[in-house]
Each structure stands twice: as C-alpha cells, then as structure tokens.
C-alpha cells in the first residue's frame, strides 16, 4: 500500500466517524448537551475556575490560575497559527448537505479544535494542582471534545490532534514548573 492510498484510507476513516457522529445531533437532547457544553468551553467553564480556584485554596488556587492563565495565552497563539497555517476546511463547508452545523463556527478552518487544545491543557494542569476535580474534569473536557465532531465543527482527527497539542503544551508548563 503507497503512502498516498493509507492516507486516503484514513480521511475516509476520518470522514465516516465524522458523518456517524455528527448524526447524533439530530437528536434533540444530543444537540442540547453538547451545544451547552461546547458553549462553555467556550470559556465560561474555564474562567469560572480560575475565579474559583482562589477561593478554595489562597496559595495553591493563585498559582493554578495563574498557570491556567498562561497556557490560555500559549495555547490561543498556537491554534491560531496551526490553523492559519494548515487551512484545513470545517467538515460543514467542505461536505455541505451531508455534514450539519448546529452551532456557528468560532472562526473559519478546522485544524485543530481549538475547543478541545484548551479543555485539554486547562484540564491537565488544573488536576496537577487539584486532582480530586477529576470527576468533573475529565467527563468534561472529553464531552468538550467529543461535542466538535457532533456539531460539525471539526473532524475527529482535529480533536485527536488538539488532544496531543494540548496534552504536550500542558505536560511541558507542569515540568517547567517543576511539578512533574
């Protein structure tokens, strides 16, 4: 097999999760959890616990917000660069009529989810600093991530490469930091 005919394969692969995923839209109640929890990811969700995270511990809660704060700023520049410069096209522009939008795009191109970078960093390094948050946390970010593909945002391989990115960009600040 060349390697022109694996690729094929794969956008095939990535096409196909991308249509049965973006199927569970159709679906009331689908369509409202996720296009709520893409909302907040937006942000809201984000900043609301960097507010908090002082609250509930004043030395450790600064320094988490703080660090959370830093990445945002990291991961916002590398996302919009990677996107500037892949220029891959949203599954709704490029399959109009087979690939529903139900939320409007942030922005115009695909690679990678900026949504699910951020929900991924923000998550990795909020659990270094309060781990017991992993219960609501992990079933977020993951439904942050998971919500691009079934609005019709982004192909699964954006979010699977946006989970890399920002498991990596928040793995690194935990080291500079010196907490791993």
Known sequence: MTRQMALGRL?????????????????????RYFATVSRLGDGVFWYALMALFPLLDRQIGVQAALHMLAISGVALLLYRTLKRWSRRPRPLHRHPGSILASVAPLDEFSFPS???LHA???TIVALAYAPWLAVVLVPFALSVAASRVVLGLHYPSDVLAATVIGTALATGSLRLVGMI
């Open 11 to 31: 956008a095939a692969q990535d096409l196909n999760w991308c249509l049965r995923l973006n199927r569970l839209s159709r679906r009331r109640l689908c369509l």
């Open 114 to 116: 900026g949504h699910t």
């Open 120 to 122: 991924v960093s923000f």
